[in-house]
């Protein structure tokens, strides 16, 4: 009789969570970063007022002659769209976003009770548009601060080149919305203080998709000086722009330190310290042109860093009912 109370006891104890086969899902929130390199390189000023005929040039509204040049300017090189520069910057993207594991039984009852598990990930990024390289502020072109549109001609003067507001160039790259993760690895298991606590080494993927920016804008004079009318129309507004999408894939070591903290029922919530990091795969380097009409030229070249790193704590739940 003892023997068959003894028996029936047993089985009716739960199984440690070690034994068990133990799907759980996951929320975190991460910070994914890594560091961007560009360039913008721009040709010469080839259109109005320098088209290709006998008389072509800056028309000179003293003189009411052209000057089969480009109109005076306080720009270094106004022969030269705009100067060339390069640079870098470091992108930091926060994350939010959902997490499906599986973990295995342990096979081994004892020391650490290691076990397998895989898990996927979906997250949603939070991100900026970083300016790695450029000169000046393109933006919209306007006339400076003060200048009105038909002012009385006694308030009229010169209007130089580079007052026009908006003009200047850019490589920019963010990172889209979507990021996705996955990976694998064993978990190793053992109680403190009351609580159990896993740590997961593991091998990590990631896949990421920037939109690659290229921005020049520049005004160029065709009358000088300016003095019959105040506004945009003596200049003719050079806008080249280009936009790509590019994605990145990487893999990585990860580490996961995880502590179980309550009962919810079926569930067993733990909390979470991770961090990633990925060495992306493949030729990085993206460059890309804009010409328009007059055979004028801008290109862009934009480079992420090899490695992204990322970290961020998070919440999971662990399918563990009580009885089996």
Not at 46 to 66: A, E, H, I, W
Not at 199 to 210: A, F, G, R, T
Not at 272 to 284: K, M, P, S, V
């Amino acid at each position: 009789m003892w023997v068959a109370f003894a028996a029936t006891a047993t089985a009716s104890e739960p199984r440690d969570e070690s034994q068990r086969w133990v799907p759980s899902f996951a929320i975190f929130f991460d910070a994914l970063g890594q560091k961007l390199e560009g360039a913008v390189t721009t040709g010469p000023v080839m259109g109005p007022p320098l088209p290709l005929l006998p008389d072509g040039g800056c028309f000179d509204t003293r003189s009411q002659m052209k000057t089969h040049a480009l109109c005076p300017s306080l720009r270094r090189n106004p022969a030269k769209i705009l100067s060339d520069d390069q640079g870098s910057d470091t992108s930091v993207a926060p994350l939010v976003g959902v997490s499906l594991e599986l973990m295995t039984p342990s096979p081994i009852d004892g020391w650490l009770r290691p076990r397998l598990f895989v898990h996927g990930d979906g997250a949603a990024a939070f991100s900026f548009e970083r300016n790695v390289a450029g000169v000046e502020g393109p933006g919209e072109f306007a006339l400076p601060p003060g200048i009105f549109i038909n002012q009385p001609s006694d308030e009229q003067g010169n209007l130089e080149e580079l007052s026009i507001a908006g003009q200047g160039s850019r490589s920019r790259m963010q990172v889209k919305r979507l990021v996705w993760s996955g990976g694998g690895g064993i978990a190793f298991s053992f109680d403190a203080l009351g609580y159990r606590v896993r740590v997961k080494p593991s091998v990590e993927y990631l896949h990421q998709e920037m939109d690659l920016i290229g921005v020049v804008h520049r005004a160029v004079k065709l009358k000088d000086p300016k003095v019959s009318r105040v506004d945009l129309s003596d200049f003719r507004l050079i806008s080249l722009t280009h936009e790509e999408q590019q994605g990145y894939d990487g893999i990585g070591p990860g580490l996961d330190l995880e502590v179980d903290t309550a009962r919810l029922g079926p569930f067993v919530s733990s909390v979470y310290l991770g961090a990633r990091g990925y060495r992306l795969f493949g030729d990085l380097e993206t460059t890309f042109s804009e010409t328009n009409n007059f055979g004028e030229t801008a290109t862009w070249t934009f480079q992420p860093d090899r490695w992204v790193w990322r970290g961020g704590v998070g919440i999971r739940f662990r399918w563990l009912p009580e009885r089996d």
